[in-house]
């Protein structure tokens, strides 16, 4: 019986073949050659080799991605830009044009195939341009459906819908324990005085319904507001025409050892919220 004797070598080249067949077969191998030499790439899925400065550009410009495959040979056409003959090839979403006459890396350009289409479909006729949307009317900003929260700080500020538009409310300071304005108008025995001096504006169109308020302590206690004689203007029950504004308090009557968690404003015609002055 004869000895056959195969070399690790021959073995390896051909695995190698059989891996390489198989791949192909089942599109692994993106490029099915490149050759160092001829500075070429060719791919199986179309047939196509893009060389020299063409595959340069196409590497350096998104490859695959961007470009696509080469779907035709380098051939010689007339730009209808300028009327000079240029090697081109063409690509799945571009097509190179040849200009030794540029230093790299302008010596490869792409065709102006937007204006060339552009011309051949309209010519001298403009496409009517797309109409644009209008712009939101100006006035008070949209309100959402659910709760507004806004920090209880100096200068911020909720608006909030009511039955013929909406009121804005701007907070100018927030009082914790207020000092009585007068002899008269004192807290109980354990009470303290809470003033929220705000800015209210009536952005409808018009009279501003009635409203409630209420201030929540940290734990879970609500108190309805107090006497605000001596303080300023009180804005519960506000007589302000639409477009005008007025600045006045809201006072509460809270227990000494209350700790603000948030004043809530409400809407009696209001359907989509209330808004929430909140201390955290």
Known sequence: M??????????????FGIASYIAGEHGLLAPSSLSAADDCQTFSQTGKT???????YWQDHGGLAQQGYPISDVFDEKSETDGITHKV??????????HPENQPPNNVLLSLLGSQKYKAKYGATQ?????????????????????IHIPIQAGASGTIATKDGAVKL????????????????????????AVLEIVMENVGTGDLPSSSWKYRATDGF?????????FGEDLL??????GGKKQGVIVFEVASSASLKWIRYRQSFNTKGDLYFDAS
């Open 222 to 230: 609500e108190y309805d507001i107090g006497n605000s004689a001596g």
């Open 50 to 56: 893009i060389c020299g400065d063409f595959l340069k």
């Open 89 to 98: 090839q063409y690509f799945e979403r571009a097509a190179f044009e040849a």
């Open 170 to 193: 701007t907070i100018v300071r927030v009082t914790d324990n207020a000092k009585s304005p007068n002899q008269y108008n004192v807290p109980k025995s354990g009470n303290k005085f």
């Open 127 to 147: 496409p009517s341009p797309v109409a644009s949307s209008p712009s939101p009317p100006s006035g008070p900003p949209a309100i959402t459906m659910g709760d």
């Open 2 to 15: 004869r000895r056959v004797t195969v070399s690790v070598a021959l073995i390896g080249v051909l695995l």
């Open 237 to 242: 029950f506000p007589s302000i025409a639409p």
